[in-house]
């Protein structure tokens, strides 16, 4: 009985995310977009998360350059090693790492912030003005996470590289413009076009859950408490499958 | 118990027509628990009604269906005879721009300025963008408020008294035909309190404005009302003026005046 009740709620809360996207996306279009209001979101939400996203990428290219070394080298392979590296951090690992940094900070930063502003009326006080809510809270900032994400990812990325080739110099030194040469002379175009459109949907889906999460949020301060913590776990769920859904797409249009 | 009297004077039974507000029938429950019961709420231009009850017999509640935060079960809603359940949601945000609505805890945007905070409802609910027109809207109603000095500050640094007078001016900046309070003075020094009472009351002298103010607080009802509903198990158990209700022998009445 309680696995049933537990999945009428799951299906009760994806129908209700649902019409809030469709009702996001109604607004979008038939609305004037307060650009002035997305940058302002978008420079918070990526001033905010540069720093961690920055760290952890490094450390991420560093730690993967440094684990992968021996096997390769029992193979005779250290050469393709900075390749290795590029494609698996371009292709996978930095918009996936990213993208859950930032399902952590900017969806429950938003989460947060949507739900005390429904905690404390906000929303309310606009929606009884004949103000519609969507315009100047849920639009600007989807979007925004929408345009900041893949920024975020692609400097990611330039992170994980200067990672890698710290994690190079520290066991062998290497020559910058060949470590550079030999980690991009494989990279294609079918490899970076699916990563960077797949961290536009991660963007827009951490800007609609934390959104959604801050909408729903029961009243006091315990029901913030959970919209943040909601957020972020929804969040993260929900980047693994859009990058399991991109990676099977992927190889069905360029073949795996 | 007190009975609504058969005075015709009363603005309770003025035409249909002059109403500004009116709820008919209204239920609403939660889980199969009644909130509302049959509610019968009529408001006429230039009057302030005060909804009194203890915590828990449906005061926020009715407030909500009242604007259409909430829907009612049964019964309807009617905005200068504009009916809020049948309204598209394009259609209710036009009629709900007639109202003004004060909420308990202010419902101030906290990122935003004391003059932000009136300029977003200038830009978004009036439409209007010019800068002169706009600043002469801001810094009338601050003044209407007794807020001017405040301009500049954040929500975080005024007191509770200062977060309701924006909240105020904030509601009144639309110019509304209709002004709702819920629980204006809740927790608020009697001092602030009864400074606020006296702002709603001169407001509704001043604009000519209907008012309906929800709260538990005696002086404030004392202070600003006309008539008075009184609201037990969600439903309307008495109605009159301040003295006629002080009068009553009811006991669930009388203990609001003891």
Same mark, same amino acid.
């Given at each position: 009985m309680s696995i049933l009740k537990g999945l009428s709620d799951r299906m009760e809360r994806l129908g209700s995310l649902v019409q809030f996207a469709f009702k996001a996306a109604r607004t979008l279009v038939s609305s004037r977009p307060d650009?002035?209001?997305?940058?302002?979101?978008?420079?918070?939400?990526?001033?905010?998360?540069?720093?961690?996203?920055?760290?952890?990428?490094?450390i991420v290219g560093l730690v993967l350059t440094v684990q992968s070394r021996p096997t390769l080298a029992m193979f005779g392979a250290e050469g393709w090693l900075p390749s290795m590296v590029a494609i698996s951090i371009i292709k996978e690992i930095g918009p996936v790492i990213t993208a859950l940094v930032c399902a952590g900070k900017i969806g429950?930063?938003?989460?947060?912030?949507?739900?005390?502003?429904?905690?404390?009326?906000?929303?309310?006080?606009?929606?009884?003005?004949?103000?519609?809510?969507?315009?100047?809270?849920?639009?600007?900032?989807?979007?925004?996470?929408?345009?900041?994400?893949?920024?975020l990812v692609l400097l990611g990325d330039a992170a994980s590289i200067v990672g890698s080739y710290v994690g190079m110099v520290m066991t062998a030194p290497i020559?910058?413009? &060949?470590?550079? @040469?030999?980690?991009?002379?494989?990279? $294609?175009?079918?490899?970076?076009?699916? +990563?960077? *459109?797949?961290?536009?949907?991660?963007?827009?889906?951490?800007? &609609?859950?934390? @959104?959604?999460?801050?909408?729903?949020? $029961?009243?006091?301060?315990?029901?913030? +408490?959970? *919209?943040?913590n909601r957020s972020v776990v929804t969040g993260i769920f929900g980047v693994f499958l859009i990058d399991l859904f991109f990676v099977n797409l992927t190889n069905l249009i360029f073949g795996s | 118990m007190s009975l609504p009297t058969e005075n015709n004077d009363r603005p309770d039974q003025g035409p249909a027509d002059t109403a500004t507000l009116q709820m008919v029938d209204g239920t609403k429950g939660f889980g199969g628990e009644p909130v509302l019961r049959d509610m019968q709420l009529r408001l006429n231009q230039g009057e302030t009604l005060v909804i009194l009850g203890r915590s828990g017999s449906g005061k926020t509640v009715l407030l909500k269906c009242l604007v259409g935060?909430?829907?009612?079960?049964?019964?309807?809603?009617?905005?200068?005879?504009?009916?809020?359940?049948?309204?598209?949601?394009?259609?209710?945000?036009?009629i709900r721009k007639k109202l003004g609505f004060l909420f308990q805890g202010a419902a101030i945007y906290d990122s935003l300025s004391v003059r932000e905070n009136l300029e977003f409802h200038i830009h978004r609910q009036l439409q209007i963008q010019d800068d002169?027109?706009?600043?002469?809207?801001?810094?009338?109603?601050?003044?209407?408020?007794?807020?001017?000095?405040?301009?500049?500050?954040?929500?975080?640094?005024l007191s509770g008294g200062m977060r309701k007078r924006l909240g105020l001016a904030r509601a009144l900046v639309s110019k509304p035909d209709l002004m709702l309070y819920?629980?204006?003075?809740?927790?608020?020094?009697?001092?602030?309190?009864?400074?606020?009472?006296?702002?709603?009351?001169?407001?509704?002298?001043a604009r000519g404005v209907a008012s309906l103010v929800v709260t538990h607080d005696m002086r404030c009802a004392q202070t600003t009302a006309d008539r008075i509903i009184v609201l037990r198990d969600g439903a309307a158990c008495a109605e009159g003026t301040y003295a006629e209700l002080e009068s009553s022998s009811d006991a669930d009445i009388k203990a609001f005046f003891s």
């Open positions: 650009l002035r209001e997305w940058i302002r979101q978008g420079y918070l939400l990526g001033n905010r998360s540069l720093g961690l996203v920055a760290v952890t990428a490094f429950s930063g938003i989460g947060a912030e949507v739900a005390s502003m429904k905690v404390s009326e906000q929303i309310d006080a606009m929606d009884v003005s004949g103000i519609n809510p969507h315009a100047y809270i849920v639009v600007p900032r989807m979007m925004a996470a929408t345009l900041v994400v893949p920024v020559d910058p413009s &060949l470590f550079i @040469t030999q980690a991009f002379e494989n990279l $294609e175009f079918s490899d970076l076009l699916p +990563a960077v *459109a797949k961290t536009v949907v991660f963007g827009l889906y951490i800007g &609609l859950i934390g @959104t959604h999460c801050g909408f729903e949020s $029961e009243p006091g301060p315990s029901g913030v +408490a959970k *919209a943040t | 935060l909430m829907k009612l079960d049964e019964g309807s809603v009617l905005i200068q005879g504009q009916d809020l359940g049948s309204a598209d949601s394009k259609a209710l945000n036009q002169a027109e706009v600043e002469s809207l801001v810094m009338k109603v601050l003044q209407d408020v007794g807020l001017e000095e405040a301009i500049g500050k954040m929500p975080s640094e819920d629980e204006p003075t809740t927790g608020l020094d009697p001092v602030t309190s009864q400074e606020i009472s006296r702002l709603i009351r001169d407001t509704q002298s």
